[in-house]
């Protein structure tokens, strides 16, 4: 090694200082592969912009027909294409009920796996415990729809409830699994955020003669506050989002209802629906679920951007 | 913060009990603290019991006995299985069992000396033999209850057959999709999903890594890095189905003469192909595989571009030669999630029009195609047990596929990395 090195030393000084220059070059090839991936990265604007024209363009197209009205739109609750009334509620309603049913069971869940896995449990144990959260969160939705139309309707639902008041499609089942569907999303977000918490304050509060509950609940998740609020918000509008679930076990064909035993359509499964069969381009029908999936991004848009705000917005930073 | 959160006064501020209080106290702590304990713990036990349930709900629905029903004895057409016939002995079989005007109508459909052997053997199983399944029973009755079953079958179904099933089965995996639920397979919709892997993960993968480079590597903090990165972030958050939505007015529509292959001399399709499918799922796996290949890179320790540099080496050549080779692990771990989350979506395609009865394999990007999550999709919503046994058997398919994609990115992982 250090005879080669040499050998190389001389070579290098065997060169006539000033027949080289040493200033940097503009070299084609490095500007063009710049260009390149400033392209590549451009490709995320790109797409934002074609889904918003795209989207602003079709609704624009179905707001401008004769039949709709926007005031109808957002004001009435019948959404019955064949007749040409188009009110949105229906759809909404489902969706919102749906998503709700799925946060009120994977918040309170995916938090206490949070705090159980950065709280109580040894790093052995948690090394068992979170690639089965993985697993879990790895799982395609369309297995999850499967699951709750052939086991959560038939066996838990209509065994608790009675056979004649839950119908075969319905909400609930639909919200529970898509419970269980983003428990691990909250779950590793809010162990993110507890996990951040740094160790002197826990130090700080068992040296003043607190239990593990009591530094937890008191110290740990207020000062991860914002982190497990992020997770609720991004959850919720994973649910809003989520298609396979609803478009499996909550029915097809919309439905003003507030009975979570019931059937209704969501936002995303009549998009499914709709557009799964061959439509014709020119139909109201094509142009309308170009309105709900309006609906939809500005929704999961808003609900995204207010969960980075907060997570900016409230963080504790800590030395 | 602890003490502003609602401690009632009397029990830690200003007030240190004493004597039996102090232990009455304390206790009291601990059985809350134990209490709570359980209930956190029992959240995640929660979980694992539904994933359980999940795969119990599966394996029950894909194994078990069915009651089976045949029009002619199989033995009684050849001295030989059926299987181990040749295509023509296979044709002649069909001639002799089936009408003409049938018979001419297949060979429209495909001439029968083109058709394989895989093929005709399929049309004699579902013509002549007419095989029948009557009754389906789950794994854990068959397993516990099997008395009642066979009292069952030979009191319904007296001229029936009883036997253990396996839906999940290697001609499940080859043969193409069929109405008869004993005789479909996933065998075309497992290539629909390879091809439109394929395409996507050509497309997001090298635009993917080059967008990474840029923010990590070229941006300066302008505004075009901040509108490029919110974007990203956005993006990630945008619903499935809403790039189906987009993939549906861009690929499928606007820009069908070049997915439909009309542009290349391709005439009986429409936008709704492999291609389209492709662009869709690239554009959606495209923030998943930035982000991870940005975490890659950002690894990559600034002291091995510094050397590399101080040694005159360009900026292209510093990333190729240093930092790409040691952010590659990193990269391929990003892909390969990128990769099982493409293999998994089913939104998107359903939007773009992947069609669910297709009895042909794909041999071009321009075809139509199915993928295993819409067959999984299909099938559950048909009514029927036989259905939901096929889809149960397409499950194990598809997550079988998944977890082992995922181990091999958690052991790449676990190989490569490394620390600085």
Redesign the interface.
């Known amino acids: 090694m250090e005879q080669e090195a040499s050998v190389k030393i001389e070579r290098v000084t065997g060169v006539v200082p000033g027949e080289i220059d040493l200033r940097g070059r503009r070299?084609l090839?490095?500007s063009v592969?710049?260009a390149?991936?400033?392209l590549?990265?451009?490709?995320?604007?790109f797409?934002?912009t074609?889904?918003v024209i795209?989207?602003f363009r079709?609704a624009w197209l179905f707001f401008g027909s004769p039949e709709v009205d926007i005031g109808e739109f957002f004001g009435t609750t019948t959404w019955q294409p064949e007749t040409g009334r188009f009110g949105i509620w229906p759809l909404m309603t489902a969706t919102m009920i749906t998503s709700l049913i799925a946060l009120l069971v994977a918040v309170?869940?995916?938090?206490?796996?949070a705090?159980?896995?950065s709280?109580?449990a040894t790093p052995r144990s948690r090394g068992y415990?979170k690639p089965?959260?993985?697993?879990?969160a790895?799982?395609?939705?369309?297995?999850?729809?499967?699951?709750a139309?052939?086991?959560v309707t038939p066996f838990i639902l209509q065994n608790l409830f009675g056979k004649e008041n839950v119908e075969i499609y319905n909400m609930l089942s639909a919200g529970l699994t898509m419970g269980?569907m983003i428990?691990?999303l909250v779950?590793s977000m809010s162990e993110d955020a507890l996990s951040a918490v740094p160790r002197s304050l826990r130090e700080g509060?068992y040296g003043l003669g607190?239990?593990?509950?009591?530094t937890a609940?008191?110290?740990v998740v207020?000062?991860a506050l914002s982190g497990i609020f992020a997770a609720v918000i991004?959850a919720m509008?994973?649910a809003?989002?989520?298609?396979?679930i609803v478009?499996?076990a909550s029915g097809a064909g919309p439905k003003f209802t507030f009975n979570p035993f019931q059937a209704a359509e969501t936002m995303?499964g009549h998009?499914?629906r709709i557009?799964?069969g061959?439509i014709s381009?020119a139909s109201i029908q094509y142009t309308s679920?170009?309105s709900i999936?309006l609906v939809?991004?500005f929704v999961?848009?808003l609900?995204?951007?207010i969960s980075?705000w907060v997570v900016r917005r409230f963080r504790e930073v800590y030395e | 913060?602890?003490a502003e959160?609602g401690?009632p006064a009397g029990r830690s501020i200003g007030y240190l009990p004493e004597g039996n209080a102090i232990s009455k106290n304390i206790a009291g702590?601990?059985i809350?603290?134990a209490v709570?304990?359980i209930?956190?713990?029992?959240?995640?036990i929660?979980?694992?019991v539904?994933?359980a349930?999940?795969l119990y709900?599966?394996v029950d629905?894909a194994f078990g006995y069915i009651v089976v029903q045949t029009k002619v004895d199989p033995d009684t057409l050849a001295d030989r299985p059926l299987a181990e016939l040749s295509k023509e002995e296979l044709t002649e079989i069909l001639r002799a069992n089936i009408s003409s005007g049938l018979f001419r109508r297949f060979d429209r459909d495909e001439p029968f000396s083109e058709r394989s052997k895989e093929s005709v053997l399929a049309l004699v199983e579902e013509r002549v033999v007419g095989r029948e399944v009557v009754a389906v029973y789950k794994l854990t009755e068959s397993l516990l209850d099997r008395e009642r079953i066979e009292a069952e079958t030979r009191e319904k179904y007296p001229r029936a057959e009883l036997e253990f099933h396996s839906w999940i089965n290697r001609e499940f995996l080859s043969r193409p999709m069929s109405s008869i639920p004993i005789l479909a397979g996933v065998g075309n919709a497992i290539l629909g999903s390879l091809w439109v892997i394929v395409i996507t993960m050509l497309l997001a993968v090298?635009?993917?890594v080059?967008?990474a480079?840029?923010?990590e590597?070229?941006?300066s903090d302008n505004w075009?890095y901040r509108?490029?990165e919110t974007?990203?972030?956005?993006?990630a958050?945008?619903?499935?189905?809403?790039y189906?939505?987009?993939g549906?007015?861009?690929f499928v529509?606007a820009l069908e003469p070049f997915t439909s292959g009309a542009m290349f001399g391709v005439t009986d399709s429409n936008g709704r192909t492999i291609i389209s499918a492709g662009f869709t799922m690239a554009?959606l796996i495209?923030?998943l595989i930035?982000i991870n290949a940005r975490e890659a890179i950002r690894a990559v320790p600034q002291s091995l571009r510094q050397a590399s540099y101080g040694l005159g080496a360009?900026?292209?050549q510093t990333i190729s030669n240093h930092v790409l080779p040691n952010a590659l692990p990193g990269i391929l771990t990003g892909t390969i999630l990128g990769m099982?989350r493409a293999?998994?979506?089913?939104?998107p395609l359903?939007?773009i029009?992947a069609s669910t009865f297709i009895v042909f394999s794909p041999d071009s990007i321009f075809d139509k195609f199915t993928v295993i999550?819409i067959q999984?999709?299909n099938w559950?919503?048909q009514p029927g047990a036989q259905f939901?046994s096929i889809?149960?058997a397409a499950?194990i398919v598809?997550?079988t596929t998944?977890?082992t994609l995922?181990a091999t990115a958690i052991l790449l992982r676990n190989r490569f990395q490394r620390s600085y």
Do not use: K
């Open positions: 070299r090839s490095e592969i710049q390149i991936t400033y590549c990265g451009g490709i995320s604007i797409t934002t074609a889904i795209v989207l079709e309170p869940l995916g938090l206490g796996a705090v159980y896995l709280e109580y415990l089965i959260l993985e697993i879990l790895g799982v395609p939705t369309v297995v999850y729809g499967y699951f139309l052939t086991f269980i428990l691990p779950a509060s607190a239990t593990r509950l009591e609940a008191r110290v207020p000062a991004v509008s994973r809003v989002g989520e298609t396979m478009a499996l995303t998009i499914a557009s799964g061959d381009y679920i170009f999936a939809l991004f999961t848009l609900l995204n951007l980075g | 913060m602890s959160s401690q702590r601990r809350r603290g709570w304990r209930l956190f713990l029992s959240s995640l929660i979980g694992i539904a994933l349930t999940l709900t599966i629905d090298p635009v993917g080059f967008g480079i840029y923010l590597e070229y941006a075009y509108l490029v974007n990203i972030n956005n993006l958050g945008v619903p499935s189905i809403i189906g939505i987009l549906l007015a861009i529509r554009l495209l923030p930035i360009t900026r292209w099982s293999i998994g979506e089913t939104a359903i939007v029009g999550p999984i999709y559950t919503s939901r889809a149960a499950i598809l997550l998944l977890l995922n």
